[in-house]
């Protein structure tokens, strides 16, 4: 068996880990030659010769100026477009470099431990949306790993903290604070060596740069207050400035004061110290205070019961980060720094050779998901208040489990119960644990024939949320009520991917979905107001007649199968603006009812049909009768004529029929038994179907198809319309969607 290893692939540093079979531990694999580092920097130089480097060759290069070179392209993990074009011009999206470098990863550490390698965890931000979660798996893929699993850094980072202090019933809070992004997560090590993610947040505009920032601000102030230089509009001294701002905030780290010399100004200078500098910048770690007290609020949990603080990221060097921590703490709990270069890695090479806590956390369908996280994180909770926190021990790798948290909420874009406004409905609940599924239903109209699901990220308004994907469920049935339940599964499986299935009312098969691209004007409509599909007025509604041979060769079977089949078509229109009419014709021509929009009127008309009643011979013709109904009326208007003969005065017939199409009513004429065709045809404008009695219901079906119903034209005004399941409605059924993909195979 070869070799699993944990990779952290970082956006300015990547790094390896496996743990070494003789200690059990785990350890850094060197993965690039070139550096004495256990690290290798996060970048790929494409040389002009045509060749590739990366790692510290790359780094190299582009400090030297030569062109080519892809650096922090993880940023745009999950964007579909090149982020990076070559001298050639020849454009790279983030997955593809990203793949190159996970291929010198691996190429490197197996060069390294001499052993091949068959399996890799890879860890991402918490923030990580499902996008660049999939793109990384992608990458990884591309670059000849199997993937084990995709985990969170701070999850990683936890479980490498973990496997040195396990304490069980301990509550660490994972404070990571990068160069442009800060998250805080919560981990508890529970029972059993259950290492369980309770939540995570993040602010991902806030980080390391915003203090860099703070500190030029605080050297432009001084310049202008102790020596009366104004420096704001000399673009040059302030890039200077910007650019110094970095080095000189880390020298405050290491010493109480740092002389700044401004660059372009001779001999002037400013003394900046520590103190000041934390004044400028109290209010930024105020705000990721803040989010730590919203994330602990959110999982009811109190500053008291955390017991133990773990600082990742590079700005937690800055000692006014343990300070403010220390105080937030009362200075009664440890505060563990961790080696972020390393810590992320091991984590993910522990998480490669240890299981997943395995089990599917299925939410209740119809209950209140987001509640049953809190009760979930409640009864952990209880346990680990109530149980003392036992020392720490040495463990075996193979004892510890692990369950991460879902960061995002996900949602649905449906119509509220009032029908005025677009709603994000969230059917998993950020922390959440992985893996879980949740299914939430909605009422919609079957009508519309496909349903749009677009596929939210965030809990918030839909203008702060993502939209992470829009698919198209078809194979929808259409209901005599129109509206009926769709059922949407979310489901989360261990690498944070998301799966989503519908399926219709008591229905037990998924319907199939397509993923359509979506555009930035399919999403602003939902900022707008929700406009019901308007119904046009009455006078503008399609009018179709059914006219119908009584004459005596309908006896029987034919004059059944046609009133059947007549009975069904009007089903088809349920719902529509269509208005209908019946015309019985043979010597005669009698309506059984005139056109119009109530349907059960319509039907109780074609019961009425009789053969005979309008004479038993073929001597009149409908086209009179439906000219004289019809050509008022502004919608489309049709005329359905049904017969199995020959009518006696055929020319007059057609004459008549001629005057409805210059009415521009269209005919149908629909032949059958002994029918005419080349008379049938004359009669008709559009497709004239000769057809069997046995075959007449399906010939319905077609022309209710062409006429809109079902999944045509006429209706898509309807499509999309998702109706937000009504209070009165009863809860759904449960649900088994038994056949939903094997989610508990993870690790
Ligand atoms: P990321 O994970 O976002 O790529 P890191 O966790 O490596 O970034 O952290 C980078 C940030 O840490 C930068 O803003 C850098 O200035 C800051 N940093 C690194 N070392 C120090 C230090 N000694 N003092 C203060 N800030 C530091
Ligand atoms: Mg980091």
């Known amino acids: 068996m070869g070799i699993r290893v944990g990779i952290d692939l970082g956006t300015t540093y990547s790094a390896v880990s496996w743990i070494n079979p003789k200690t059990q531990q785990p350890e850094m694999i060197c993965s690039d030659a070139h550096s004495d580092l256990m690290i290798t920097p996060s970048e790929v130089w494409f040389r002009p010769d045509g060749s590739v480097l990366c790692g510290a060759d790359a780094k190299e290069a582009f400090e030297n100026g030569e062109v080519g070179v892809a650096n922090t392209f993880k940023r745009f993990m999950g964007t579909s477009g090149p982020c990076f074009y070559t001298a050639d ?28 390698i068959d399996g890799a965890v890879i860890t991402v931000p918490a923030y990580f949306e499902d996008e660049p979660r999939a793109s990384t798996r992608s990458a990884a893929e591309q670059a000849g790993l199997h993937v084990i699993d995709i985990i969170s850094e701070p999850t990683a980072a936890a479980l490498n903290y973990g496997m040195g202090h396990w304490r069980e019933n301990a509550l660490i809070l994972v404070y990571d604070l990068g160069g442009g992004t800060f998250d805080v997560t919560l981990v508890a090590m529970g029972k059993d060596r259950n290492l369980i993610t309770m939540g995570t947040m993040g602010d991902h505009r806030r ?5 860099d920032k703070a500190l030029a601000d605080l050297i432009v102030r001084k310049l202008r207050d102790e020596l009366g230089l104004s420096v704001e509009d000399d673009l040059e001294v302030m890039n200077e400035l910007t650019a110094g701002a970095e080095e000189w905030k880390q020298k405050l780290t290491k010493s109480p004061s740092v002389r700044v010399r401004v660059p372009g100004m001779g001999a002037a200078s400013v003394t900046v110290t520590r103190e000041e500098f934390d004044e400028a910048t ?6 990721t205070g803040s989010l730590c007290d919203h994330l602990l609020e959110e999982l009811h949990v109190s500053w008291g019961q955390v017991t133990d603080v773990l600082l990742v990221g590079g700005s937690t060097r800055m000692p006014q980060v343990s300070r403010f921590l220390t105080e937030r703490l009362r200075g009664r709990q440890p505060i563990a720094h961790v080696n972020p270069d390393q810590a992320v890695a091991m984590g993910a090479a522990i998480c490669a050779n240890i299981a997943r806590k395995a089990d599917l956390v299925a939410f209740t369908p119809g209950g209140d998901a987001k509640e049953e996280v809190r009760r979930r994180s409640a009864s952990l909770l209880q346990q680990t208040s109530t149980s003392v926190v036992r020392p720490s021990q040495t463990i075996e790798l193979s004892s510890i489990r692990f369950q991460d948290a879902v960061a995002h909420a996900m949602g649905i874009v ?6 005025t406004a677009y709603v994000n409905e ?15 239903a909605t009422l919609f109209d079957s009508r519309a024939g496909e349903m749009e699901i677009y596929v939210l990220q965030g809990s918030g308004p839909i203008d702060c949320c993502t939209v992470s994907a829009k698919y198209v469920a078809s194979g929808i049935t259409r209901t005599r009520d129109p509206l009926c339940t769709m059922h949407v599964q979310y489901s989360y499986d261990a690498g944070h991917m998301i799966h989503v299935q519908v399926r219709q009312d008591d229905g037990t098969e998924d319907l199939p979905l397509r993923k359509e691209p979506f555009t930035q004007e399919d999403i602003a409509r939902f900022m707008l107001p929700y406009e019901k599909p308007k119904a046009p007025p009455a006078s503008e509604a399609m009018a179709i007649v059914m006219a119908i041979d009584v004459s005596g060769s309908m006896d029987g079977s034919p004059i059944r199968l046609a009133k059947e089949a007549m009975e069904k078509f009007t089903y088809d229109f349920e719902g529509m603006n269509v208005a209908m009419g019946v015309l019985m014709v043979s ?5 059984t009812c005139r056109p119009t929009q109530d349907l059960e009127k319509v039907r109780a008309g074609i019961r009425k049909v009789r053969v005979g009643a309008t004479g038993g011979g073929n001597t009149d013709n409908p086209f009179r009768d439906i000219l004289a109904e019809l050509r008022h009326r502004r919608g489309p208007k049709y005329a359905i004529v049904l017969a199995d003969g020959a009518w006696l005065y055929q020319s007059k017939a057609i004459e008549d029929a001629r005057k409805c199409h210059a009415a521009k009513i269209d005919v149908i004429g629909m ?25 007449l219901g399906l010939s319905f079906g077609k022309i209710a198809r062409s006429l809109g119903a079902g999944s045509g034209a006429a209706l898509s005004t309807a499509r999309g319309g998702l109706f937000q399941r009504k209070k009165q409605d009863a809860a759904p059924k449960a649900r088994s969607w038994e056949t939903v993909m094997e989610l508990d195979k993870g690790g």
């Not at 980080?207 to 203090?211: F, H, P, Q, T, V």
């Not at 449906?414 to 029908?419: K, Q, T, W």
């Not at 969230?426 to 939430?440: E, F, G, H, L, Q």
Request: some cysteine.
């Open 89 to 116: 011009g020849e454009g790279k999206t983030a997955e593809e470099l990203s793949a190159i470098l996970l291929r010198h990863l691996k190429e490197q550490a197996e060069r390294h431990i001499g052993q091949p």
């Open 207 to 211: 980080g390391g740069r915003d203090w």
């Open 282 to 287: 109290e209010d930024l770690l105020e705000q």
């Open 414 to 419: 449906l119509v509220n119960a009032e029908e």
């Open 426 to 440: 969230t059917i998993i609940p950020a922390n959440a644990p992985v893996p879980c599924k949740y299914s939430r």
């Open 587 to 591: 010597n005669r021509c009698a309506w």
């Open 671 to 695: 032949g059958f038994g002994d029918a005419d065709e080349a008379f049938m045809r004359a009669i008709s404008t559009v497709d004239t179907v000769m057809t069997t009695d046995a075959q």
